[in-house]
Each structure stands twice: as structure tokens, then as C-alpha cells.
């Protein structure tokens, strides 16, 4: 019981004291609650499809910033990773019946062969000429899928799987707690020793590779980790949609990842989550807009680009909070004084 | 034979323009460093330009090649000086803004002209046939005029006073500034040469293709195939990989069954298996990175 309390008032003295005082960590508190009570809040279909697709998404923006917003090593074609998750659920859950619970972790391990298989060549490429050889992978599959419709079901894709849960709202919380579970796995990684590494690797790979660190090792490790988080993505994107085809491989998927990326501001985690569940819904809900909501979409994309280079989120948080010169902890933009060590703010 | 002869029409045509889009998608990333994803939206928005005014004003096709190719330079210098230098140290941002920009192109393309299948009448209709393949005198205008363009641009660079002002700012943009070439002006100018270069490519193709507002996106991946392959930045490696990866599509498509959905495929592999053995491409150099 007194162990219980202890833990109690700890919670407490953490929350008041390290989550209230900072901005950006109590909307991090306020998109958990929003996500986990959005069913009470409304009943609708639609509106729980757009952010249970919002959900999976942002899974698979945030492994791509995991892999090339930490590393560096600019991806143009993750949506390899995504097809081959959801091509390999899909068919293992058809074929040899798995259901969704084994079928998505398998087909992200697919997903993190893919990795490795698209890893080791690029280990000896860099900047553009990595870009544009990732961009190619995804279109070499979408080839070999149209070739051999027997297998892959061409370009109708494979239909009929099985589905995640019998109701929408059970597959909603199925997919929202994996997202906030995934995405925090995805975060913790970043702030590991690993995740300094990776960021590392991208300020100047010849200066970690002179302090013993074997880049090699870690960015083939960057390439698996963010195949395995796609891969999930992939597999729980044809449960819910019942459907895996052509169209999760496609360049226009690998662009929309990067824009969502970038748009949050990349090396971030929280960024591109945050910009696929604020560009997401606003590209289903300007369908009042019909033929013009692309074109809004992308001038969107431009004038927040034009304005805030390095994204969204990131701008915002240097808008409300600010850093301690002296001892590097960060503060509310509307304090004087450091609330760590009182040196004052500028 | 005549598969023969089918395939090295085929190859050197396409191969004429993918050299026509890569070198232009090479200058300028070596000027700016810009990784134009646009590049090919340019393309599609001349060959727009050249149905509508041949189809709304009824102008003759040459004169609408004229006008297509300026309103496309003009489009692509005003896109750079409005939206791409202010943001150029932001390399990401510049990329998806290249993306963005590509997106409106096609959606303002969709929205004007529908996203129904258009088509230019050719220039010249006939064709003779020899050993029974059908050589239309299009396809060979087609080439001609990518060979003479490509023969004027390599007399630009080479020839001319700001020709060389551009390879020296691709060489070093740095050095360049302080030997007082304009950079910024340069890079503006490099910016139309390249979108002219993609406009000219998109007046010559298109009676030999079909109108719709996705077709930038398959030459844009060879055309990145083949800079790639190349080495990024090098006329020379852009010229030979795009005959390669052309003829490459040639003969997967004529020589194979369901070679039409393999081409890119094949042609793709091909680049990255050169990529595996030599990581800087063809005829790129490797340079140390800049630290």
C-alpha cells in the first residue's frame, strides 16, 4: 500500500513538475487523451476510417524520419517497405490462413529483409545518388507484381483478407494504441545511445566512423528498424483496407511520405506523426472542394515550406519554448529565468 | 530483322529523350543543387501549352512550339525566383517543394483540360517501311531535332562566355562568387536552360505521344535513372546512360512477353547493379564530401 502511494505521489510530482511546465510535452498529453477518447466524442464511421488511415500513416512517417531524418541516408523509396508489408500479410493471411496477429509482425519482417536487401547496396552511396537508387526499388517490385499477376493478383492487388476486428471501433483502438505504442518505441529509439549515433551519422559519418563506431553496422541497422515499423504500417494497412495492391507501392506514396516528413520537420519523430494528423485529415475533409483539394494540399505544403524551412512542429516549438543557454534545459518562452538552474533567458 | 530494326528505332528515339531530360536535370543540379522533381512537370506543361494553342487558337504547330517553349522558361524562372531560392540552404524543403510544385502542375493540368486522353496531330503524317518495320518521318524528326539541340547546348556550355560561367559554378559555387560570376543570376539562368531544355523535349515528343496530366512521372524516373547512372552532374554520362537505359527498354519491350510492364524494371536494375560496382556512376567524379 505504501509502496502503491509512493508511486502515486511520484507520478504526480512528475507530471506537475516535468510534463506541466513545458508546452509542447502537455499537447503531447493532450493528442494521447484526444486519440484514445475520439470514440466517445463521435460515432461516425467516416470520421473514425480517416483517423484510423491517419493512425497508420503516422507509423509510417515516423520510420522514415527513424531512417532518413536521423541517418541521413535520404529514402525516395520507402514505400517499398510499406508494399512489401502489406503484400506479405496479405498473403500469408490468404494463403496459409495466419490471422492478422501473426500475419503483420511476419510481413514486417519481410519488410526488414527488404531493408537489408535494399541496405547493402546503398551502404556505398551517398546524398543524391542513394535518393534516387531507393526511389528505383519500389518500381523494380511494381514491375515484377504486374509480370506475374497469378501471384500478386496484378493490378487489382490481393482482396479478401481477413479483417483486423469484427467493429470499426475496435479496429480503431487496435490501430490508434499500436500507433502511440509503435511511435513511442520509435521515439525512446531516438533518444537512446543509438538513436545519438544515427544523428551522428548524419552530421559527419568519417568523424564516427574515426571514434570507433562502425557506421556500417548502424545504418544497416537504420534500414531494418524503419523497414520493420513500415513493414507493420504495410500489414495493417491491407487488414483494414482488405485489400493490398499496386497503389502501396507507387512513387506518389514514397513523395506523400517524404512531404509528411519534412512538412513536420524531419529528425523529430514527433513531426511527421503530428503532420500526417494534421495534412491527413485535411485532404479527406476538403472533399467539399472535389478537384481542387490536391492543388490546396499542395500549396499548403508550399507556403508552410516557404515560411517555416524547417517544418512545422519544429517551428511551433521554438515559437513557445525556448532553451537555457547555460545549462541546455528547456523552458516555456514566457519565463525570465531558467527553471532549472535561474540563469536568466534572453 | 524487323524486330531488330524496331528496337534500335525505338532505342535511339527514346534514348534521345531521356539524354534531352537528364542533361537538363543535370545542369541544374549541379549549378544549384537542386534535385528538380518538377523537371518533367515542365515537360508535360509544354506539350499542354502546344495542344492548346494549336487546338483553341489555331495556330500552326511550329510557331506553338515557339510560344510553348518561352511560356515554359518564363514558368520555371518565376517558380525558382519565387518559391525555390528563398529556401535553397533547406535542402528537404527544397525537395518537397520541387514536389509540391510538380503536384500543382499536374492538378492545374487535370483541371483545365480534364484527365481525358489528348493527342497532337503530327507534323509530317507519312512513313516508309523498310524490311517491313513502319519508320514514320516524325520518329526521325524527333531525333534530329534532340541531336541539334543537344549540339547547340554543348556549343552554349563550351562556346560562350556564360556557358562557362555556368560549368564553373557547378564546379565550385564558392570559387565561382569570388572570381565575380553572379551565382545567383547564374543559377537562374541555368534554372530556364534546364526547364527550356524539358520544354523542347515535350515539343518534339509530343505528337509521338499520348496527353494526360500523369505523364510526367515514368520519363522523370528514367530520366533520375539515367542521371544516376551517369554520374550526377556529367553531360557526357547523362548522354551515354540514357542510350543505354533506352536501348535497355527496347529490347525488354520488343524482345520479351509482358516486357511492356518489365521495361522500367530491367532498366532500373541495370543502373543499380552499375551503381554496385561503381558507386558514382559512369562517368561521375567522386568527390570527398564537403565537411
Known amino acids: ?80 517497405f510499406f508494399g512489401v508489408g502489406a503484400y506479405g500479410a496479405a498473403l500469408l493471411n490468404l494463403h496459409y490462413q495466419i490471422p492478422p496477429w501473426g500475419s503483420i509482425p511476419l510481413g514486417a519482417l519481410v519488410g526488414v529483409a527488404a531493408g537489408l536487401i535494399i541496405g547493402i547496396p546503398s551502404l556505398r552511396l551517398k546524398g543524391t545518388y542513394l535518393a534516387l537508387t531507393t526511389l528505383a526499388f519500389p518500381i523494380i517490385l511494381l514491375g515484377l507484381v504486374f509480370t506475374f499477376p497469378g501471384f500478386t493478383g496484378g493490378e487489382l492487388g490481393i482482396s479478401g483478407i481477413e479483417r483486423l476486428a469484427p467493429t ?28 545519438i549515433i544515427f544523428h551522428a551519422i548524419r552530421e559527419d559519418e568519417i568523424a564516427v566512423r574515426a571514434s570507433g563506431v562502425n557506421t556500417t553496422r548502424y545504418k544497416l541497422l ?30 506518389s506514396l514514397s513523395f506523400q511520405v517524404v512531404i509528411w516528413a519534412i512538412f513536420g520537420g524531419a529528425a523529430t519523430i514527433y513531426g511527421p506523426i503530428g503532420a500526417v494528423f494534421f495534412l491527413y485529415p ?3 475533409f476538403m472533399h467539399v472542394l472535389k478537384d481542387y483539394r490536391i492543388l490546396m494540399f499542395a500549396f499548403v505544403v508550399l507556403l508552410v515550406l516557404l515560411f517555416m524551412p524547417d517544418g512545422l512542429f519544429r517551428w511551433l516549438r521554438e515559437k513557445v519554448e525556448e532553451e537555457c543557454p547555460r545549462c541546455k534545459v528547456r523552458n516555456i518562452a514566457t519565463r525570465k529565468t531558467c527553471r532549472v538552474c535561474t540563469a536568466p533567458l534572453d | ?74 514558368l520555371g524562372m518565376v517558380t525558382y525566383k519565387l518559391l525555390l531560392n528563398p529556401i535553397r540552404e533547406h535542402e528537404g524543403a527544397v525537395l518537397i ?64 562566355k556564360l556557358g562557362l560561367a555556368v560549368r564553373s559554378t557547378a564546379q565550385d ?38 496527353l494526360e496530366p500523369h505523364m510526367w512521372t515514368p520519363p522523370l524516373i528514367m530520366m533520375m535513372a539515367v542521371v544516376v547512372l551517369g554520374g550526377l ?16 527498354e527496347a529490347i525488354v519491350v520488343f524482345a520479351f512477353p509482358m516486357g511492356a510492364f518489365l521495361k522500367g524494371s530491367v532498366a532500373l536494375s541495370i543502373m543499380i547493379l552499375v551503381l554496385i560496382i561503381r558507386p558514382e556512376g559512369l562517368f561521375g567524379v567522386y568527390f570527398e564530401e564537403e565537411r
Open chain 1, 1 to 80: 500500500m505504501k509502496t502503491i502511494l509512493f508511486y502515486i505521489r511520484k507520478l504526480f510530482a512528475v507530471v506537475k513538475n516535468e510534463v506541466l511546465v513545458l508546452p509542447s510535452r502537455v499537447a503531447v498529453i493532450f493528442f494521447f487523451l484526444f486519440i484514445l477518447l475520439l470514440p466517445f466524442f463521435t460515432d461516425d464511421v467516416y470520421i473514425l476510417r480517416i483517423f484510423t488511415l491517419a493512425s497508420i500513416f503516422a507509423i509510417f512517417a515516423a520510420s522514415w524520419d527513424l531512417l532518413s531524418g536521423f541517418t541521413g541516408q535520404m529514402n525516395f523509396g520507402h514505400a517499398l
Open chain 1, 168 to 195: 470499426r471501433v475496435q479496429e480503431y483502438y487496435i490501430i490508434s494504441v499500436l500507433m502511440l505504442g509503435l511511435c513511442t518505441i520509435m521515439w525512446a529509439i531516438t533518444d537512446s545511445n543509438t538513436g
Open chain 1, 222 to 251: 537504420a534500414f531494418c528498424l524503419s523497414g520493420f515499423f513500415a513493414g507493420i504500417a504495410g500489414g495493417l494497412y491491407a487488414h483494414f483496407m482488405r485489400i493490398a495492391g499496386p497503389s502501396t507501392l507507387e512513387v
Open chain 2, 97 to 160: 517543394a520541387t514536389i509540391a510544385i510538380a503536384m500543382i502542375f499536374e492538378q492545374v493540368m487535370s483541371l483545365i483540360f480534364t484527365g481525358t486522353f489528348l493527342s497532337v496531330p503530327k507534323l509530317v503524317e507519312d512513313y516508309f517501311t523498310i524490311f517491313g518495320v513502319k519508320v514514320f518521318y516524325q520518329q526521325l524528326l524527333t531525333l534530329g531535332a534532340a541531336l541539334a539541340i543537344m549540339l547547340v547546348l554543348l556549343l552554349f556550355l563550351f562556346k560562350t
Open chain 2, 1 to 74: 530483322m524487323s524486330i531488330v530494326l524496331d528496337i534500335i528505332i525505338s532505342g535511339v528515339i527514346s534514348g534521345s529523350i531521356y539524354a534531352l531530360l537528364a542533361i537538363g536535370f543535370s545542369l541544374i543540379f549541379g549549378v544549384a543543387r537542386i534535385v528538380n522533381i518538377a523537371h518533367t512537370a515542365f515537360y508535360m506543361v509544354a506539350a499542354y501549352c502546344i495542344y492548346a494553342v494549336t487546338n483553341y487558337l489555331g495556330w500552326p504547330a511550329v510557331p506553338a512550339m515557339f510560344i510553348a517553349v518561352i511560356f515554359s522558361v518564363i
Open chain 1, 282 to 284: 485535411l485532404v479527406e
Open chain 2, 233 to 248: 552532374g556529367s553531360l557526357k554520362g547523362s548522354f551515354v546512360g540514357a542510350y543505354i537505359l533506352g536501348f535497355a
Open chain 2, 173 to 210: 559555387r564558392e570559387v565561382a562568387n569570388l572570381m565575380g560570376i553572379n551565382e545567383s543570376f547564374v543559377a537562374m539562368i541555368t534554372m530556364g536552360i534546364s526547364v527550356g531544355l524539358a520544354a523542347i523535349t515535350g515539343a518534339i515528343v509530343v505528337p509521338l505521344t499520348i
